[in-house]
C-alpha cells in the first residue's frame, strides 16, 4: 500500500539534503555517535524523527513519512526471512533491528556523491534558498543610481548694470500685465541685475530604478529635487524656514530594441541627442518617443555611426481654453521634432574624434497676433492667442505683444491693456557638435570640444512682420532692434573628463556666445548667465575626487549680454558630488 501526501518547497529540500548525507553516512565506514535508539527502529525511522525534533520537518508530514517508513521497514525485514529460509547457509540470518547495507565501492560513492551535490546545489541557486549571500534572480535584473550635490552658489553684478530688465517669465506665468501707460499702474515684475547674492546654500538629489525586462526590453523610474516644476534644474536652494522640499518624476520611461542596434524610448527620458549644455541643459530630460541606433562599419572597426530620431510634445493646447467661452478654440500643439547623425572615429589609441550634425523643428512655438479681442466690455476674459505664450522660459528672446486689445470706444485712452508676450521668432536650428579625445604631456588626457547653432528660421524684417509692429525688448540706445540667429561653444578640458576614482582630476577653460534668437531660451544650462539666450562670456573650473564617485568641483563664469542695455555678471559655484 501507498500513501501519498503533499510536503511543502522547504521539508522537501531539508529532507534532500538529510538523505543524502544519510546515505552517504551509511556507505562509508565511519560512524557518529547518536543517542541509543529505540529497539526495532531503522536508520530512515531514526532520521525522521530527528528531523521533526529539530524542526526542519513539520510534524504532520513527519509522521506520515513515519508511517511509510516503518511499513517499508516491516517488508524489507519479512523479505529478509523469505531469502534467509530460501538460502540459509549463504549468510548468517540479520538479528532484529538490523539493517544490511551493500558494500558500495568508493568510485561509485564519489559519483553518488556529486550527482546529488550537483543536483542539490542547482536547485538551491535557481531558488535562492541554500546560499545566504545569494539573491533572487529577479533582483539581478534591477539596479539602483543616483547622485547628490551640494553648493555653494555666489553671484556678483556689475553696478552700472540696467535696472530695468523685466521679468516677462513671471508676467506670463501670472495674470497679464497692462501696458497702457496712461494708467499709471505699477512698474512690471523686475529681474535683480545689480545686488550681489553669495553664499547660497543648494542641493540636488536625484534616485532611479532601472530594470532589465527581458534581453530585448528595459524600464526606469527618476525622482529628483527641485524649486519647481521648470525643465533645466533640479538643484534645490535650501533654507526657507527649513520646510521640507518637493520631489518631482525625473524620468519614467521604456525602452526596447526590436533590431541589434536599434533602440526605442518612450515616455520622459534623458536627452537622446549628442549635444551640450549651449543648446540643452544637462539637466533637461525629454518627453515623447525616440529611435536610437547605432552601428559599426564591417569594413572599419574603429568608426561607428549613429543616427536619433525624437518626437516631443513641447506643449499642449488648454481643453477649456477659452474657460469663459461656450465655443472652445481648436487645438495649439507645441512639438520639438528633431534628428541627427554622426559617427565616432577611432584614429588610434590615444586619438578619438566624434562629429554630430542635428536638426530640430520646433513647431509652433512662436507668437501670434490674435484677433481684436473688447476686454473693456467685462465679458471677454481671454484673447484668442493667449495659448502662445511659453509654457517655460528664462530670458534673452525678442518678445512681441500677443493681443490685439481694442479700445473703449467711450474712453480709448483709459482703456486698459492687459498683455501676454510670445516670441517673435521661429525657430529651425542647424547643430553642429564636434569632439577630439587626445593625449598630450606624458598620457594626460586633453579633450576639445565645439558646439555651432544656426537658426535658420531666423530673420528681423520676419519678427517685424509676426508682431505687427509689437516687439519689446532687445533695442539699442538708438531704438533699433538688435538680436542675432547664431550661437557657439568652445571648451577644453585637461585631465579625467569625468572624474571616478581617488586621485582623478581635471580643469577647464571655455567660452559661450549667444545671440538672442538663436535658440529658444528655455531648454539651456540655467547657471550661466543666469540661463537662456543674449550672452556671451568664459568660463573656468576644475575637480578633483577625493574618493571613489566623490568629487569636488569649482566653477567661474562671466558674462554679459550681447546686445540691448548692458548687464553684467560673474558666478562662482563651489560644489561636492557623490554618485551610486
Known amino acids: 500500500m501507498t500513501t501519498s501526501f503533499r510536503i511543502p518547497r522547504h521539508s522537501v529540500q531539508a529532507l534532500a539534503c538529510a538523505s543524502a548525507l544519510a546515505l552517504l553516512a551509511a556507505a562509508g565506514t565511519a560512524h ?17 524523527r530527528g528531523l521533526v525534533q529539530s ?16 511499513t517499508e521497514a516491516m517488508a524489507a525485514q519479512q523479505a529478509q526471512r523469505q531469502a534467509a529460509l530460501v538460502a540459509p547457509a549463504a549468510r548468517p540470518a540479520a538479528e532484529p533491528g538490523e539493517v544490511r547495507v551493500p558494500y558500495v565501492p568508493q568510485t561509485v560513492r564519489d559519483q553518488i556523491r556529486d ?15 541554500a546560499a545566504p549571500n545569494e539573491t533572487p534572480e529577479w533582483s539581478k535584473r534591477v539596479r539602483l543610481t543616483g547622485d547628490v550635490r551640494v553648493r555653494n552658489e555666489s553671484r556678483y553684478y556689475a553696478g552700472g548694470n540696467s535696472n530695468e530688465q523685466i521679468n516677462y517669465a513671471a508676467i506670463n506665468d501670472g495674470s497679464a500685465y497692462d501696458v497702457n501707460q496712461n494708467l499709471n499702474g505699477p512698474l512690471p515684475p523686475l529681474l ?18 532601472e530594470a532589465d ?9 527618476r525622482l529628483a529635487t527641485g524649486g519647481d516644476d521648470g525643465p533645466v534644474s533640479t538643484t534645490q536652494t535650501l533654507g526657507g524656514g527649513l520646510g521640507k522640499k518637493s520631489v518631482w518624476l525625473d524620468q519614467a520611461w521604456l525602452s526596447h530594441a526590436p533590431l541589434p542596434g536599434l533602440t526605442l524610448v518612450g515616455g520622459r527620458f534623458g536627452n537622446p541627442f549628442v549635444s551640450t549644455d549651449l543648446l540643452y541643459s544637462s539637466d533637461l530630460n525629454f518627453d ?48 520639438l521634432l528633431g534628428a541627427q ?9 590615444d586619438n578619438r574624434l566624434r562629429a554630430a550634425l542635428a536638426y530640430y523643428d520646433f513647431r509652433n512655438v512662436s507668437g501670434e497676433l490674435s484677433a481684436p479681442c473688447a476686454l473693456y466690455d467685462g465679458r471677454t476674459q481671454s484673447c484668442s492667442t493667449d495659448w502662445a505664450r511659453p509654457a517655460f522660459m528664462q530670458k534673452g528672446n525678442t518678445l512681441m505683444l500677443l493681443r490685439n486689445i481694442a479700445l473703449n470706444p467711450n474712453d480709448p485712452a483709459a482703456t486698459a491693456m492687459p498683455q501676454y508676450f510670445g516670441l517673435a521668432s521661429k525657430f529651425r536650428l542647424l547643430d553642429v557638435n564636434l569632439r577630439w579625445d587626445t593625449r598630450v604631456a606624458g598620457g594626460y588626457g586633453l579633450r576639445l570640444d565645439g558646439n555651432y547653432i544656426r537658426n535658420l528660421a531666423y530673420g528681423v524684417d520676419k519678427m517685424v512682420a509676426r508682431a505687427g509692429g509689437g516687439i519689446v525688448n532687445n533695442f539699442d540706445a538708438n531704438g533699433s532692434l538688435r538680436s542675432g540667429g547664431n550661437a557657439y561653444l568652445l571648451q577644453a578640458t585637461f585631465g579625467m573628463p569625468a572624474p571616478a576614482e581617488r586621485g582623478d582630476w581635471n580643469v577647464l577653460a571655455g567660452y559661450k556666445r549667444i545671440e538672442p534668437d538663436a535658440m529658444p531660451d528655455g531648454y539651456n544650462d540655467s547657471s550661466f548667465h543666469g ?44 560644489e561636492i558630488n557623490t554618485r551610486f
Request: charged share 20%; net charge positive; no cysteine.
Open 32 to 48: 557518529a555517535q547518536a543517542a541509543a535508539p529505540v529497539a526495532g527502529e531503522s536508520a530512515m525511522v531514526r532520521l525522521i
Open 55 to 70: 524542526g526542519a520537518l513539520a510534524k504532520d508530514v513527519g509522521e506520515a513519512l513515519l508511517a511509510q517508513a516503518q
Open 115 to 129: 550527482e546529488i551535490k550537483t543536483e542539490v546545489m542547482a536547485q538551491a541557486r535557481s531558488e535562492g534558498w
Open 192 to 209: 535683480n541685475t545689480r545686488q550681489d547674492r553669495k553664499n547660497q546654500w543648494r542641493a540636488r538629489a536625484r534616485i532611479g530604478v
Open 213 to 221: 525586462i527581458s534581453e530585448r526590453t528595459q524600464a526606469g523610474v
Open 288 to 335: 515623447g518617443v525616440a529611435a536610437r541606433f547605432s552601428r559599426t562599419l564591417q569594413g572599419n572597426r574603429d568608426v561607428e555611426l549613429f543616427g536619433t530620431l525624437g518626437v516631443v510634445p513641447l506643449e499642449y493646447s488648454n481643453s477649456n481654453f477659452p474657460n469663459n467661452s461656450q465655443e472652445k478654440a481648436e487645438s495649439e500643439n507645441k512639438w
Open 341 to 349: 547623425v554622426g559617427a565616432n572615429w577611432k584614429l588610434d589609441s
Open 531 to 574: 540661463g537662456g539666450t543674449n550672452a556671451k562670456g568664459y568660463y573656468v573650473g576644475g575637480s578633483y575626487a577625493f574618493d571613489k564617485n566623490t568629487w569636488f568641483t569649482g566653477r567661474w563664469s562671466s558674462s554679459k549680454q550681447v546686445y540691448g542695455a548692458p548687464v553684467s555678471m560673474d558666478l562662482l559655484q563651489l
